[in-house]
């Protein structure tokens, strides 16, 4: 998974940023990030803070490294059942 290059108190300040009448193409030109970014950031992180965004951010990897432990333990159980399958 990409990493962001920005720390999510650096989103909510640029938020802020447009909260505050800031124009998106005054934003993108500034820090370097697309239009499409910047508006999916406002659409996921809109009207949160930076420590409820550093919260988000620390369940969706935690959520990543579950799902990869989930995936592994399912081929390791299809691979046991197919061995104990062809023993009987």
């Given at each position: 998974?990409?990493?962001?290059?920005?720390?999510?108190?650096?989103?909510?300040?640029?938020?802020?940023?447009?909260?505050?009448?800031?124009?998106?193409?005054?934003?993108?030109?500034?820090?370097?990030?697309?239009?499409?970014?910047?508006?999916?950031w406002r659409e996921r992180?809109?009207?949160?803070?930076?420590?409820?965004?550093?919260?988000?951010?620390?369940?969706?990897?935690?959520?990543?490294?579950?799902?990869?432990?989930?995936?592994?333990?399912?081929?390791?159980l299809e691979a046991a059942?197919?061995?104990?399958e062809k023993k009987l």
């Amino acid at each position: 998974m990409k990493t962001s290059k920005f720390s999510p108190t650096q989103i909510a300040a640029i938020l802020k940023e447009f909260d505050n009448g800031k124009k998106v193409e005054e934003i993108a030109r500034t820090y370097g990030v697309s239009r499409a970014a910047f508006y999916k950031w406002r659409e996921r992180y809109g009207g949160m803070t930076a420590s409820e965004l550093k919260r988000i951010k620390e369940l969706e990897e935690e959520n990543a490294k579950l799902k990869r432990m989930y995936s592994n333990l399912a081929l390791d159980l299809e691979a046991a059942k197919y061995i104990i399958e062809k023993k009987l």
